[in-house]
């Protein structure tokens, strides 16, 4: 049996209890005051008082949990309990408690005390405190307790005044700080070189484009190496083992012997809150002197509750590695040869430099040099050259252009069409071209530059040609190729020029050649002279005339016309439409304009649509087991889930409307030649019109109806065939085929009138009557809920009896409308298993033969507080007692109240701890039984009949047959 049932129970019992009380009060209403019952005989006003110190949970001693003290910063809590002293004391009623904690506060933790009996004990409220270092003295926490303004009942009209008072310490644990740190040694190598160059042939005189070659030899050594840089880095951790205090760290240090205070970084600035139980790790660095052995010690400073602390590391070379390797192997770099490779030892590179006249002519300064080190030598040759100069020439080729000039004209008959839509009209247009003049101009020169290198070896370098001409200035040139461009021996370089001239007069055209280097530049000219040159183009002698409409309309050499006819078409053509003719060479054009005016049908409808839903229902019911085994005085609670669905049949699918047809030709009636309807995709829906000629202006409006498959989206579209004419420019027309106007509606069913049967349903439960109403637009719903099965005793919505017990259950619905209906079910087989409750009595558990059957874990001089977190007082035989007494002094205990409870309660504890005893009740849930009735919530003399009941149903470990009061 579970402490929760038998703890409901109790108040059950308390609820009567309370009302007898108050009866009882009503009754004492005409008797003196104070005139409660008191212990026989008693003659004297002793008060028992004590005081307890709980942690931050309000329930766990202190002196019973971890290791009895506390540390700064955590949470407690001071209790004061005061109870009858025994013995021959009176009872005694009323004042107040105080508890003074140590930061010096005092906290009212009871007022008016109720009366105070042998077996009533009266418990304070809760005094809370916080420790701090600065309230320890001589290593404890010092609190006390004072009870005062109570008064005794020792006899009638003889009330003497009562106070107690005590005082608890509780000792404190100081912590410090822990610090650990890592050392990590470094140094550098550093490896030395050296360098030398030397060339074979260091002089070369040639003549220009002769070549010579010389050798270069670069030669490197290895000559040692050098350790430097010796450092040490490393990380100091920083533990705050307080399980509730901040450490205050106001600052961390590191000393290394023989070098002094190093550099640390904690990543934030000093004061730094380290909380409970957390780290902080800081790094530090430093460079040494060499590489002597050392120490390193780091320290750190704190402030508040939680002290600092210090750690060391040794610095140690020996077997270290160097860290940095450097010029371990080196790069070289000559300044004509580029890179010469990668040097891990002394070696040597040889290449060879080819020198060319004139280009190289002078001294070449030659030096290689390792990157890493900057070392550096040199090897110098020197070139002696001869140089020419490049031969120029040019053509000159004069042009001019003749253009003639024209004028257009265009003219149009008809001007205006008025059509129906479908409809054609024909215009005349007729285009006049006519010469007027010419005129002479863009005078303008243009020819060739040849450049060519008569030098036997050398190359020029061009950097740039230039041309001039007198009254002119410079014309552009184009040599094909970016300057500077290098002319081989021999070579030939042929540019063009060309520039507009502002009239025909003769002028000097003369080209420059500029060079750098060993072959020198040079010019040539040659005369620009018009007399007796043609013209070069003549623009616009004969023209070509285009139109907008008809394309092009031929050549013309001298002044005339033509003529074409466009057709305009209704709607394609409806508008304004400006012709233009244009004269293609010069750009001058002449436009005719003309209006077509269109009129057409309009076809509109309407579409609804109606059909019939019909809703098709079922159910499913399930729950989270089937099958399940309990104990007798348990319950079992089952989760059951139905959920109701529907599915919707929808039929007689249709739609209908109107087709309006109007005409928007304000001046003729329009003849239909017939009038249809499809619905998508291609079901033809019956069609009645009045008539098929629509007046000027007018409409008519016919009906449609169509069946349909399904309610698919679909596409409704009403057709109406007009009648078409084509005009010739008389305005005569002649029937020339049908336009078709149509119009289109959606055949949508989201908006459809619908007929609905069976939209709703009610569900029902055998196991909880009616679950509710669900209709379709709410499918699918669950209804969830649970079922109780418990045994006779307990709290449950089916009884349960010992053995199988079959439970089946039916969920069901019906239809609102046709009464159609549906049902699942769900069967629940729940077997009870039985046993019978075991207990031994408190005059088995004391006898000394029976130790030994006393659970593992447990022993007679264990102490009753320890395991059930109170301290109490009971009888040891006549007026005796004694004060926090052992498991076996409580088993043993005489006398009623506290020491009744103490029996059974030792009892119910051993019993339910043992493997053998078949007890009703777990261990926990004895101890806050007990810890209830201690502490009042439940009552003494309850708890003690209830452990009583348990204990004393027999057990079978040595056929014990002990039983007690």
Known sequence: ???????????????VLTLSVTAAMIAMQ???AFAHKDPSGCDSTGVAISMTVLRADGTTPVATSGDGTVQSAEDVNYRTTVSHAGGSNCNFEGGDVTITTPDGVVHTVATGVPLVDAGSPFTTALAPYTVAESHVVGGFLSASTSYTGGTAHLSVGAHPPVTASTGIATPYTDTALEVSKTVDPAFDREFLWDIEKTVDIDLHDMETGQSGDSEYTVTITQTGSVDSNHSVTGTITIHNP???????????????????????????AFPIVLGPGATLVCTYSSALPNGASRTNTATVDTSGDVDGGSGSADVDFTGVTPTTVINEEVNVEDTFAGSLGLFTGSGAASYTRTFTCDGDAGTHDNTATIIETGQSDAASVTVLCTTVALEVTKTADPAFEREFSWDIDKTVDPAVWDLFTGDTGASMYTVSVTQTGSVDFNHSVSGSITIHNPAAFASATITGVSDDISGVGAAAVDCGVAFPIVLGPGGTLVCTYSSALPNGESRTNTATADTAGDVGGGSGSADIDFAGVAPTTTINGTVNVGDTFAGSLGAFSASGSISYTRTFACDADEGSHNNTATIVETGQSASASVQVNCYDLLVEKTADTSL?????????????????AINDGDTLTVNYTVVVSAVATDSDWMVSGTITITNNNPFQAA???????????????TVVCPALDIPAGGSIACTYTAALPDADDRTNTATASQQNFAYDSAGVGAPSGTTNYSGSAAVEFSGAAVAVIDECVDVSDTNVGALGTVCAADAPTTFNYSITFGTAGTTHDILVECGENENPNVASFVTQDTGATGEANWTVIITVECREMEGCTPGFWRQPHHFGHWPAGYTPDMKFSDMFGRVITVGVGGKATVTDPTLLQAVTA?????????????????????????????????????QDALDGILGLNTVHTTLAEENERGCSLEGQAFLEE
Request: glycine share 6%; charged share 10%; hydrophobic share 50%.
């Open 894 to 930: 005489t006398g009623g109240g506290v020491s009744a409870l103490a029996r059974h309660a030792v009892a119910a504890l051993l019993n339910s701890a043992h493997p053998d005893v078949n007890y009703a009740l777990d261990t926990a849930s004895v101890i806050q039984m007990v």
């Open 242 to 268: 307080a399980l509730f205090a901040s450490a205050t760290i106001t600052d961390v240090s590191d000393d290394i012997s023989g070098v002094g205070a190093v550099a640390v970084d904690c990543g934030a």
């Open 671 to 685: 003849h239909l030649t017939g009038v249809s309807d499809i619905v998508s995709p291609a079901i033809a829906a």
């Open 1 to 15: 049996m579970s402490y929760a049932m038998l703890k409901q129970s109790w108040w059950q019992v308390l609820a």
């Open 30 to 32: 005409v008797l003196p």
């Open 612 to 628: 019939t839903r019909t809703w098709d229902w079922t159910i499913q019911k399930s729950a989270d087991q089937s099958q399940a």
